[in-house]
């Protein structure tokens, strides 16, 4: 039931956008520095138990943490919402997904060559 608490709370940025969304945000420890930089989709439950539509009741995030700080954000994460009380489950599904990052300046022209969606920015503004 805490689940939106517990995201205003963990990231800088606010992710309580539509289902379908992705925020690029931050984590903060509790001298206000940078923990980390993630990104975080909103989701909504799936009808079955699968990584891809998890089933949940509620709000729902899926958060995308690359390279070797997956385990130190983990245990940053699980450490807020134990010491905040926060009442949401967090399900750890980095052993059955992988994740490519594309990044930098010539990403979207990168990707654009592979994908079918338009990833512009007249696209982006319509969504």
């Known amino acids: 039931p805490d ?5 205003d709370w963990l990231f800088t ?3 309580n ?3 379908g969304s992705t925020v690029y945000t931050c984590m903060l420890n509790k001298s ?3 923990e980390s930089d993630l990104t975080v989709s909103r989701i909504e439950p799936g009808d079955h138990e699968s990584v891809l539509a998890p089933a949940f ?10 390279g070797a700080v997956a385990q130190h ?6 450490s807020v919402l134990q010491d905040m009380r926060f009442r949401c489950k967090l399900i750890d599904h980095s052993e059955n997904m ?5 990044q930098g300046p010539a990403s979207r022209a ?18």
Do not use: C, F
């Open 57 to 66: 009741e509620g709000d729902g995030y899926y958060i995308a943490i690359g």
């Open 13 to 15: 940025a606010n992710v």
């Open 3 to 7: 689940t939106k608490a517990a995201a």
């Open 32 to 34: 206000g520095g940078t």
């Open 98 to 102: 992988a994740m490519i990052s594309v």
């Open 110 to 127: 990168v990707l654009q060559e592979v994908l079918d969606t338009d990833l512009s920015n007249e696209a982006d503004r319509k969504s």
């Open 73 to 78: 954000n983990w245990t940053h994460i699980t």
């Open 17 to 19: 956008k539509p289902v």
